[in-house]
């Protein structure tokens, strides 16, 4: 599965936030959040588990930043993925 780089960034970001949340305290909301983010970060990389997730969608970020900015910029404005449903 391929994931536009816009919505990965987001994943990335989203992770680093609810894991500073996590750190001040796991309550339930966070945690099911942050559950699902890793889940969504491992599928979308091919990956098992966060650190290998985060180490892919950085490195596919770096790649897809320096040929698709603008549309990257879009797609990350709106929060829609290719297939046009919010993600």
Do not use: F, N
């Not at 536009?4 to 992770?15: C, F, G, K, S, T």
């Not at 990350?76 to 993600?87: C, E, F, P, V, Y």
């Amino acid at each position: 599965m391929m994931t536009h780089p816009a919505v990965r960034a987001r994943l990335v970001e989203e992770y680093e936030r609810e894991s500073e949340l996590r750190t001040a305290g796991p309550h339930g909301p966070v945690r099911q959040q942050m559950e699902d983010v890793v889940y969504t970060l491992c599928v979308s990389t091919g990956t098992r588990d966060i650190d290998a997730a985060l180490a892919a969608a950085r490195e596919r970020l770096q790649i897809a930043w320096l040929g698709d900015a603008d549309d990257a910029e879009a797609v990350a404005r709106d929060g829609r993925t290719l297939s046009g449903t919010a993600g």
